[in-house]
């Protein structure tokens, strides 16, 4: 996995399922059977890996982003997205 860090790419051994651009990552609650009966489960976030282009620095990166944030791409673009999360403090 790599990640923009400090203005470059560093490869990283973590296998979570965080988005990188917009911090979502996994949440907790029940499964409710028609008895009530409730158990533990997991929410998931809908994660892909995807290499963009910045053609600002000339160069691709990959980053694993959820689907939200592929949608805010498309719209606003990788640079703003990117300028947003560095504001935010998800990239460094």
């Given at each position: 996995m790599e990640s923009l860090v400090g203005g470059s790419i560093t490869k990283s051994n973590e296998m979570s399922k965080v988005c990188e651009l917009t911090g979502k990552r996994a949440m907790f609650g029940n499964?409710?059977?028609?008895?009530?009966?409730?158990?533990?489960?997991?929410?998931?976030?809908?994660?892909?890996?995807?290499?963009?282009?910045?053609?600002?620095?000339?160069?691709?990166?990959?980053?694993?982003?959820?689907?939200?944030?592929?949608?805010?791409i498309n719209k606003k673009g990788i640079a703003v997205v990117l300028k947003e999360a560095k504001a935010k403090g998800l990239i460094k």
């Amino acid at each position: 996995m790599e990640s923009l860090v400090g203005g470059s790419i560093t490869k990283s051994n973590e296998m979570s399922k965080v988005c990188e651009l917009t911090g979502k990552r996994a949440m907790f609650g029940n499964n409710v059977s028609f008895s009530i009966n409730k158990t533990r489960r997991r929410f998931d976030v809908n994660l892909s890996k995807k290499r963009f282009y910045i053609p600002e620095e000339d160069r691709w990166i990959t980053l694993k982003v959820s689907n939200k944030a592929l949608k805010s791409i498309n719209k606003k673009g990788i640079a703003v997205v990117l300028k947003e999360a560095k504001a935010k403090g998800l990239i460094k």
